[in-house]
């Protein structure tokens, strides 16, 4: 379970539910791959660029869809 609110960019897009509120870590994977094109990438810390890494490594074999 991940905690958006922990995590900049993907509180960002998680703006329309409780952002502490865990979610499923592939839930997190499926925001991240719709939205990722309101994605700021200068602002990903690196705790949340390896989340993503790791993320798309368990959901998306190794590979994070970034366009729609």
């Known amino acids: 379970m991940i905690v958006p609110a922990e995590f900049p960019e993907l509180q960002a897009l998680a703006w ?6 865990p979610i499923p870590a592939e839930e997190a ?3 991240y791959e719709r939205n990722w094109r309101f994605i700021d990438q200068k602002r990903l810390t690196a705790r949340e660029k390896r989340l993503i890494r790791d993320l798309a490594d368990k959901f998306g074999h190794g590979v994070l869809l970034t366009t729609g």
Do not use: I, K, S, T
């Open 16 to 21: 329309n539910r409780d952002v502490a509120r």
């Open 29 to 31: 994977f499926a925001l």
